[in-house]
């Protein structure tokens, strides 16, 4: 151990020192595991342990200052008394214990994600219930917590002798105690100044992977806490407001739209579809976590989606279809409000600013139907039940079910074949009371630990995703031959889309492969089945679905109907919590925190990174959509108002 003099320092320096190696056995374990990922050089290397020891040192300053006034403004007559000495030695192992639990979690969410601790993390914290019985129904976690802490007390024993010798070194003077902790919260400021998120890891070079290596868990984490809603003026790339005005209402114009809204920024338009409107029951289904790439038709020869490849070639089809985020909460705001993804937090999160919206069930309701929204799970988990009840759905979720009428429940929820039971319930009560309804549901059971209703499928439940997929598509299929037995099936217009993909990390910061999901608009006799190759976003679901029923309505939306013979062409907003993205369908524009702009060349492909600059016509479209999102936010924009309501109302049947 170091031959520091003071009793005080040498004990803080053994806990710093077990921490920093810690986090470097933590670091080369992750880097093995995906060490091809990685594409690791020599230089790239020097890179990730370099700027990652400053991120470890920058998390010990915080970390340390409470052991170290603790350590430096203790009584000194406490130091040489025998239950002082046994509680400092406790105090290591319980630190031990801390460092490596951290050290598990990160692999653990590494697992899951890709990435180190985050915003994800963050919000886990707030639904530990469900977070917690998904881990205990994942992993053997007992053990687990069993063997870090005998390795931590192992570990306390070896280092004991050190222990012993530092508490017994002289003490440090009072004068200068005060002197240590008043430089240590300084420089513990200055830090909090200089180090974040982006910063210093964005030395490391354009491989994901390598940044998140390079950072240190922990810090990542609380900085997260401290960042989980980004004002896009004050760290993203802007143009000035007439600018953005005049390109975002191009983005989104129409031939059968007019722009009514006295911001310039404003969206607000009346949409004027041909024809008169149907009377069409919609049911939307989000499904959990269904990537593109596990469908049979996209390419996999598992044989996990068989219902889903058939019901292919009977709908309407989009096979260039693209997620916004990486989160279920993106994927229904993108959805429900048809807004891009901007910075931090979804809407859906936002407490306390997550109603009033013009949201599609809004739209529906206006129109006379009954808006349903359906979770599998517990609604307030994400914030659902306050952000779909303060916009216009009434809610299902499992606390209005009786147990009697869930088969199967797991930590996320019911299993989809329930959830799909009552969707059929509700339908049957609007359909016999004469209303048309809409329903939104999002299902849970292709969520890990991937548990379901056994003697379903041919591969055992709790065994993986490849379960989980199989076990979806089977609902679905149910589902469906449910349905189809029901006097309103022939009026009803069905809509199958994921939240997200299966897993969004990559060697990019946005790989947008990994935001590519399937959607499905099915609905015999009404509905002709093709397929769509344009690029499409989750944003142009809501005006799209509303196009094909010939809805007139006043739109909020930053979407567009890509079914018009004159629609643009096609481009999809990704991102995750600080990155935002457009791509056109061949090249990727991204706006980073601290101002930062890049393009992807070839964004499929060899995905060639390049710096640029607010001239470049991508990146200008790019800062629109999310600067002008993030205005209509802030200037409440999008907020449902009572002139928004149609004219011409359906009556009821």
């Known amino acids: 151990?170091?031959?520091?003099?003071?009793?005080?320092?040498?004990?803080?320096?053994?806990?710093?020192?077990?921490?920093?190696?810690?986090?470097?056995?933590?670091?080369?374990?992750?880097?093995?595991?995906?060490?091809?990922?990685?594409?690791?050089?020599?230089?790239?290397?020097?890179?990730?342990?370099?700027?990652?020891?400053?991120?470890?040192?920058?998390?010990?300053?915080?970390?340390?200052?409470?052991?170290?006034?603790?350590?430096?403004?203790?009584?000194?007559?406490?130091?040489?008394?025998?239950?002082?000495?046994?509680?400092?030695?406790?105090?290591?192992?319980?630190?031990?214990?801390?460092?490596?639990?951290?050290?598990?979690?990160?692999?653990?969410?590494?697992?899951?994600?890709?990435?180190?601790?985050?915003?994800?993390?963050?919000?886990?914290?707030?639904?530990?219930?469900?977070?917690?019985?998904?881990?205990?129904?994942?992993?053997?976690?007992?053990?687990?917590?069993?063997?870090?802490?005998?390795?931590?007390?192992?570990?306390?024993?070896?280092?004991?002798?050190?222990?012993?010798?530092?508490?017994?070194?002289?003490?440090?003077?009072?004068?200068?105690?005060?002197?240590?902790?008043?430089?240590?919260?300084?420089?513990?400021?200055?830090?909090?100044?200089?180090?974040?998120?982006?910063?210093?890891?964005?030395?490391?070079?354009?491989?994901?992977?390598?940044?998140?290596?390079?950072?240190?868990?922990?810090?990542?984490?609380?900085?997260?806490?401290?960042?989980?809603?980004?004002?896009?003026?004050?760290?993203?790339?802007?143009?000035?407001?007439?600018?953005?005005?005049?390109?975002?209402?191009?983005?989104?114009?129409?031939p059968n739209a007019r722009f009514i809204g006295t911001d310039a920024q404003d969206v607000r338009r009346e949409i004027d579809n041909p024809g008169s409107p149907g009377r069409r029951n919609v049911v939307l289904v989000t499904i959990e976590s269904l990537s593109a790439k596990y469908l049979g038709s996209m390419g996999d020869t598992r044989g996990l989606t068989p219902n889903l490849d058939a019901l292919r070639k009977r709908s309407l089809f989009f096979n260039n279809f693209y997620a916004t985020g990486t989160r279920t909460d993106r994927g229904l705001e993108a959805i429900t409000l048809s807004i891009p993804p901007t910075p931090g937090r979804s809407i859906v999160k936002r407490i306390g600013r997550e109603a009033g919206y013009s949201s599609l069930g809004q739209q529906f309701k206006a129109q006379g139907y009954d808006s349903v929204f359906l979770y599998g799970g517990r609604g307030y988990f994400d914030n659902m039940n306050a952000f779909f009840g303060g916009n216009g759905y009434r809610i299902v979720d499992q606390s209005s079910v009786a147990d009697a009428d869930m088969q199967f429940t797991n930590a996320w929820g019911m299993s989809d074949e329930d959830l799909y039971a009552q969707s059929l319930k509700v339908a049957d009560a609007d359909h016999a009371a004469g209303q048309p309804f809409f329903m939104q549901l999002m299902t849970t059971s292709n969520h890990r630990p991937y548990t379901y209703p056994e003697g379903r499928i041919d591969i055992p439940s709790g065994t993986g995703r490849e379960g989980a997929v199989k076990y979806t598509d089977y609902a679905i299929g149910r589902f469906l031959e449910a349905a189809r037995k029901k006097p309103w099936f022939d009026q009803t217009v069905f809509i199958f889309v994921a939240?997200?993909?299966?897993?969004?990390?990559?060697?990019?910061?946005?790989?947008?492969?990994?935001?590519?999901?399937?959607?499905?608009?099915?609905?015999?006799?009404?509905?002709?089945?093709?397929?769509?190759?344009?690029?499409?976003?989750?944003?142009?679901?809501?005006?799209?679905?509303?196009?094909?029923?010939?809805?007139d309505y006043t739109s909020t939306f930053f979407g567009r109907n890509v079914l018009r013979a004159d629609a643009a062409p096609g481009r999809a907003l990704i991102g995750n919590y600080q990155h935002l993205g457009l791509f056109d369908g061949e090249n990727l524009a991204i706006l980073g925190p601290r101002r930062a702009m890049r393009r992807h060349d070839d964004a499929l492909g060899l995905s060639h990174e390049t710096q640029a600059t607010s001239d470049d016509p991508l990146l200008r479209r790019d800062i629109a959509y999310y600067q002008g999102a993030s205005h209509a936010f802030k200037k409440g924009l999008i907020a449902w108002k009572g002139s928004d309501t149609p004219h011409v109302m359906l009556s009821r049947r």
Not at 213 to 242: I, K, M
Request: hydrophobic content about 55%.
């Open 1 to 254: 151990m170091p031959q520091v003099r003071y009793a005080q320092l040498r004990y803080l320096s053994i806990i710093l020192l077990a921490w920093l190696a810690t986090f470097f056995l933590t670091r080369s374990v992750l880097l093995i595991s995906h060490l091809a990922d990685a594409g690791a050089t020599l230089g790239s290397f020097a890179a990730i342990y370099g700027v990652g020891l400053v991120y470890d040192l920058a998390f010990l300053l915080y970390a340390a200052l409470p052991l170290a006034a603790y350590l430096l403004l203790c009584p000194r007559r406490f130091w040489q008394q025998a239950w002082h000495r046994w509680f400092l030695h406790a105090l290591l192992g319980f630190s031990l214990f801390v460092m490596l639990f951290t050290a598990a979690a990160e692999w653990l969410f590494w697992d899951e994600f890709g990435v180190r601790f985050n915003f994800i993390a963050v919000d886990y914290l707030v639904y530990s219930k469900e977070v917690v019985n998904n881990i205990l129904e994942s992993y053997p976690i007992y053990p687990l917590l069993a063997a870090l802490a005998v390795l931590a007390v192992g570990t306390t024993v070896t280092l004991g002798k050190y222990v012993a010798e530092a508490i017994n070194a002289p003490l440090l003077p009072r004068a200068k105690a005060w002197a240590g902790l008043a430089s240590l919260l300084l420089v513990a400021v200055l830090s909090s100044l200089v180090f974040g998120q982006a910063f210093p890891r964005g030395w490391v070079g354009g491989n994901a992977y390598q940044r998140e290596l390079a950072s240190n868990g922990p810090f990542q984490f609380f900085a997260a806490f401290r960042n989980n809603e980004l004002d896009y003026a004050q760290f993203y790339a802007v143009l000035p407001d007439q600018e953005v005005a005049a390109l975002i209402r191009k983005e989104v114009s129409e």
């Open 499 to 551: 939240d997200h993909t299966a897993g969004s990390a990559g060697k990019e910061d946005l790989p947008v492969a990994n935001y590519h999901i399937p959607l499905f608009i099915y609905a015999p006799g009404f509905i002709e089945p093709r397929e769509i190759a344009s690029v499409t976003s989750q944003i142009d679901l809501a005006p799209t679905l509303l196009g094909i029923l010939g809805f």
